[in-house]
């Protein structure tokens, strides 16, 4: 019978050493967990019962705030496309579009000089290419920030085709199936004869991964809205842009929200802040009625800049211009509302100086159930409401809030009957109107 070996003193201690370093390591991981996933989406996101928001696998709903960054996977390198997944991650956006070839014809080559596909050909992806991809990706998925991929755009028509579009479709969501955070997307032009390689390459998609990941497209060019094909059964939900027309977003979301079946309705391109090709200046002001005019019109938004898009020299800085600060201004103030995926587009709520036309508008919503009435008001202006529409026990409360900086301001309490009129606050370039119950 052999004797049992024991270690050494000095070996005991160098176990001893291991065993207390993994105890500290898994005391971190506890006590940074809550802080690091406390209320974050458990992700892939999925459309909610109602067709109306997004919810993660807990069923939670997720508030879709995104941002647009075309060229993440092609002129970025990977140490700045997690500088740019780090800042979105900071100023609450939960989305990221970004085209996996990059803006063009499909044939330009990466930051790092590789091309995605040998010979131009999408059945032939180039490894190198795609490895950078999976980095980028990882990235996203270490910072829990989804990323809305367009896998196809019209200007790659000529080498994505009707022939080849399923397997290709097929290849990339075998390679990302097992990657939570991720939706597809697709950019034709909003003509019927675009609608064949659509399907094929939504067929290639739920081939290749059985459903894990939402798909949408957006038509490019705008303006035009996604509802031409509302009712495929592979499309999760309607996207559109409407370029610099900003006397679009109503009409278009307004459009597309009433479309049975019901599914979600995202405003996914405007006019980027500070963008040069308009004809007149991109203010945050402009990005901010943006925003505010697709939630009020029970849609959501996706936010761009002009320097990240285009990857300008300045774009780091780009990364923290106001209109990127307001919208995680606005992404608190519709989490601060109790049940805020309730949202429901009323205009009636205002008995004088409602507005749907235009480029300035006054629009109203609220919660399903009365809980709480928003107005947004795009410019200076007076307005009155229905105080019987909301649900509160004899008082109403109401506040105003800036939307450059969040700040609150007490608009009073009022019963919840009859008509109240009210004004936005001198010297505030546009103004969101809060009425909730009155507490106490």
């Given at each position: 019978m052999?004797?049992?070996?024991?270690?050494?003193p000095?070996c005991?201690?160098?176990?001893?050493?291991?065993?207390a370093?993994?105890?500290v390591?898994?005391?971190?991981?506890?006590?940074?967990?809550?802080?690091v996933?406390?209320?974050?989406?458990?992700y892939?996101?999925?459309?909610?019962?109602?067709?109306?928001?997004?919810?993660?696998?807990k069923?939670?709903?997720?508030?879709w705030?995104g941002?647009?960054q075309?060229?993440?996977?092609?002129?970025?390198?990977?140490e700045d496309?997690?500088?740019?997944?780090?800042n979105?991650?900071?100023k609450?956006?939960?989305f990221?579009?970004?085209?996996?070839?990059?803006?063009g014809?499909g044939t330009?080559?990466n930051?790092?000089g590789e091309?995605?596909w040998?010979?131009?050909?999408p059945l032939t992806p180039n490894?190198a290419?795609?490895?950078n991809?999976?980095a980028?990706?990882?990235?996203a998925r270490?910072?829990?920030?989804?990323?809305?991929?367009?896998?196809?755009?019209q200007?790659?028509?000529?080498?994505?085709?009707?022939?080849n579009?399923?397997?290709?479709?097929?290849?990339?969501a075998?390679?990302?199936?097992?990657?939570?955070?991720l939706?597809?997307?697709?950019t034709?032009e909003?003509?019927?004869e675009?609608?064949?390689?659509?399907?094929?390459?939504?067929?290639?998609?739920r081939?290749?991964a059985?459903?894990?990941?939402?798909?949408t497209?957006?038509?490019d060019?705008a303006?035009y809205?996604s509802?031409?094909?509302?009712d495929?059964r592979?499309?999760?939900?309607?996207?559109m842009?409407?370029?610099?027309?900003?006397?679009?977003?109503?009409p278009?979301?307004?459009?597309?929200?009433?479309?049975k079946?019901v599914?979600p309705?995202?405003m996914?391109?405007?006019?980027?802040?500070?963008?040069s090709e308009?004809?007149?200046d991109?203010?945050?002001?402009?990005?901010?009625r943006?925003?505010?005019?697709?939630?009020?019109c029970g849609?959501?938004?996706?936010y761009?800049?002009?320097?990240?898009?285009r990857?300008?020299?300045?774009?780091?800085k780009?990364?923290?211009a106001?209109?990127?600060v307001?919208?995680?201004?606005?992404?608190?103030?519709?989490?601060g509302r109790?049940?805020w995926?309730h949202?429901?587009?009323?205009?009636?709520?205002?008995?004088?100086?409602?507005?749907?036309?235009?480029?300035?508008?006054?629009?109203?919503?609220?919660?399903k159930?009365?809980?709480?009435?928003m107005?947004?008001?795009g410019a200076?202006?007076?307005?009155?409401?229905?105080?019987?529409?909301?649900?509160?026990?004899?008082?109403?409360k109401?506040?105003?809030?800036?939307?450059?900086?969040g700040?609150?301001?007490?608009?009073g309490?009022?019963?919840?009957?009859?008509v109240q009129?009210?004004?936005?606050?001198?010297?505030?370039?546009?103004?969101?109107?809060i009425l909730?119950?009155?507490?106490?």
């Amino acid at each position: 019978m052999r004797k049992p070996v024991w270690c050494s003193p000095k070996c005991r201690r160098k176990v001893a050493g291991i065993f207390a370093t993994m105890i500290v390591l898994a005391l971190g991981v506890l006590l940074l967990a809550p802080s690091v996933l406390a209320g974050e989406p458990v992700y892939p996101v999925k459309v909610s019962p109602n067709g109306r928001y997004f919810v993660d696998q807990k069923g939670d709903p997720v508030f879709w705030l995104g941002t647009t960054q075309w060229q993440l996977f092609r002129d970025n390198t990977p140490e700045d496309a997690r500088t740019i997944i780090a800042n979105v991650k900071s100023k609450g956006i939960a989305f990221i579009q970004a085209m996996l070839v990059g803006v063009g014809d499909g044939t330009r080559p990466n930051a790092g000089g590789e091309k995605p596909w040998a010979n131009d050909d999408p059945l032939t992806p180039n490894e190198a290419y795609f490895k950078n991809v999976d980095a980028v990706i990882a990235c996203a998925r270490e910072h829990n920030v989804c990323l809305s991929v367009t896998l196809y755009h019209q200007r790659w028509r000529k080498r994505i085709t009707q022939e080849n579009a399923r397997t290709w479709a097929r290849w990339l969501a075998r390679r990302y199936k097992d990657v939570p955070t991720l939706v597809w997307s697709m950019t034709p032009e909003a003509k019927p004869e675009f609608v064949p390689v659509l399907r094929e390459l939504a067929a290639g998609l739920r081939e290749g991964a059985g459903g894990s990941h939402l798909i949408t497209f957006k038509p490019d060019p705008a303006p035009y809205s996604s509802s031409f094909i509302h009712d495929e059964r592979w499309l999760d939900f309607d996207s559109m842009q409407v370029w610099k027309s900003l006397n679009l977003i109503y009409p278009m979301v307004t459009k597309d929200y009433n479309l049975k079946p019901v599914k979600p309705v995202l405003m996914a391109e405007g006019a980027y802040e500070a963008g040069s090709e308009y004809g007149f200046d991109v203010t945050p002001l402009w990005v901010r009625r943006q925003a505010y005019y697709s939630y009020l019109c029970g849609g959501h938004f996706t936010y761009g800049h002009n320097d990240s898009w285009r990857m300008l020299p300045t774009w780091k800085k780009a990364l923290d211009a106001p209109g990127a600060v307001q919208m995680g201004v606005l992404k608190k103030v519709f989490l601060g509302r109790e049940e805020w995926w309730h949202l429901t587009p009323d205009q009636g709520l205002l008995a004088s100086g409602g507005n749907t036309q235009g480029d300035v508008l006054t629009l109203a919503a609220r919660h399903k159930d009365g809980k709480w009435i928003m107005v947004y008001a795009g410019a200076k202006t007076a307005f009155s409401i229905h105080m019987d529409k909301v649900t509160a026990a004899g008082q109403a409360k109401a506040s105003w809030i800036d939307p450059r900086t969040g700040e609150s301001v007490s608009a009073g309490s009022f019963p919840n009957s009859g008509v109240q009129a009210f004004s936005t606050p001198e010297g505030w370039e546009d103004a969101l109107l809060i009425l909730e119950p009155a507490k106490g």
